[in-house]
């Protein structure tokens, strides 16, 4: 079993910043693809980035490109997600993921092909 943890969410002003980060333990493999999904109240859940076990690979959702940036430690079982230039849109709650391999770009915006799944970390940003 694999345990993914959130932290870092909180309230801020629109154009603001905020860094989440997810931690991975347990029965863990080599670099592991990880990544973000989020999900507002009434909405479904969207893919927000994804970062492949190496690092080499990224995809984001086209409604954070250039604002957020997914990267990674893996020396701490850690993911992290930057992100920039807030607005009431990214209002949300952001569940860290993870799953063994990265994800074909058909399947890659499907949260079901993701094995592991963090709690949350609500982010809200005032305007």
């Known amino acids: 079993q694999v345990e993914v943890v959130e932290s870092g969410g909180g309230l801020v002003q629109a154009g603001g910043s905020l860094r989440l980060s997810c931690a991975a333990s347990g029965r863990t493999v080599h670099e592991p693809t990880m990544g973000w999904f989020r999900q507002a109240p009434g909405k479904e859940r969207l893919f927000v980035a994804a970062i492949s076990g190496g690092g080499t690979l990224t995809d984001y959702a086209d409604s954070v490109k250039g604002r957020f940036t997914i990267s990674r430690d893996n020396a701490k079982n850690t993911v992290y997600l930057q992100m920039n230039g807030l607005n009431a849109e990214d209002t949300a709650n952001y569940y860290c993921?993870?799953?063994?391999?990265?994800?074909?770009?058909?399947?890659?915006?499907?949260?079901?092909?993701?094995?592991?799944w963090g709690q949350g970390t609500q982010v809200t940003v005032s305007s």
């Open positions: 993921v993870y799953r063994s391999s990265w994800v074909p770009a058909s399947r890659r915006y499907n949260w079901s092909e993701y094995a592991y």
